[in-house]
């Protein structure tokens, strides 16, 4: 979640690419405008995290804008840039969704809108591996000022925790609630809470922690049946280990094993604490 595996392309072959396989009116248009589309490619990661301050300087006629938008059917299967499409959907970790990670990618979600920013239509970096639900969750949203979608990371090193997980015990069933880590920047806290909510990760995530608990659950119940609340935290700790190795430390069930690892409710009696589940 949050992390992608970079690819490695030349955004302008691309966009030479697509030009050379349209229309001869497209072509023309497609052409005419290239160095400005260009100039909009080295804007591009300033105005990923502030898209709201665009102010329309690139002016688009509607059939340039038609023109643009529609170089992304190239991506289609047995078209010319179907490779472009099959490294988005190869730099998926783990094959799944960057947005939520939860689930598989089968779709190209664009970052920033094509309908909002044709000028982006199909350059790499604006295109992401998702899931259908976030695909269709996100449509052509790109926040408001200071609340805006996570992107996902190129760079596993610049990937922190962003979630917090806390457990709850009540009546024998333990409850997850999840939100932006309080050790974040506020500013990019916020940004957490606008992805979880317009995104509806929390209850989706929320059942997650549960399945995994249940497939789980077995043997924590031995483990502690053996050597108390310190093997059951050793075993949390491996779990939570394992995880961040295979997934990366922004992956949501990182926060799943800290949040049972902090909840003494379960650790000093994960029996009563989950007579529920099983
Ligand atoms: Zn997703």
Request: proline content about 6%.
């Amino acid at each position: 979640m949050w992390h992608r595996n970079p690819v490695i392309r030349k955004p302008e072959t691309d966009y030479d690419l697509a030009a050379s396989h349209r229309s001869a009116a497209n072509k023309a248009l497609i052409e005419g405008l290239r160095s400005r589309v260009f100039k909009h490619y080295t804007d591009y990661p300033k105005l990923r995290e502030a898209p709201w301050d665009y102010n329309d300087e690139l002016p688009l006629g509607p059939a340039e804008r038609k023109a643009l938008i529609s170089n992304y059917d190239l991506l289609s299967r047995g078209r010319p840039l179907a490779s472009l499409r099959d490294e988005i959907l190869a730099s998926a970790r783990n094959g799944l969704c960057a947005f939520c990670g939860r689930n598989d990618v089968s779709t190209i979600d664009h970052f920033l809108p094509k309908e909002k920013f044709p000028e982006y239509s199909i350059l790499i970096d604006n295109l992401i591996a998702a899931c259908p639900r976030c695909n269709q969750k996100k449509r052509d949203g790109v926040g408001v000022p200071g609340r805006r979608y996570i992107y996902p990371s190129t760079s596993p090193l610049a990937c922190s925790p962003l979630l917090t997980c806390i457990v709850t015990v009540e009546d024998g069933t333990p409850y997850f609630d999840f939100e932006g880590s309080s050790s974040l920047d506020p500013e990019v806290r916020q940004c957490v809470e606008f992805h979880l909510d317009t995104l509806e990760l929390r209850d989706s995530f929320s059942i997650g922690a549960l399945n995994e608990l249940l497939e789980k659950i077995d043997l924590f119940r031995e483990l502690f049946e053996i050597g108390g609340t310190a093997e059951l935290l050793v075993q949390l700790n491996r779990c939570k280990s394992s995880i961040v190795k295979n997934f990366g430390v922004s992956f949501w069930k990182v926060a799943v094993y800290e949040g049972l690892i902090n909840c003494a409710e379960f650790t000093q009696d994960p029996v009563s604490a989950t007579t529920c589940l099983v």
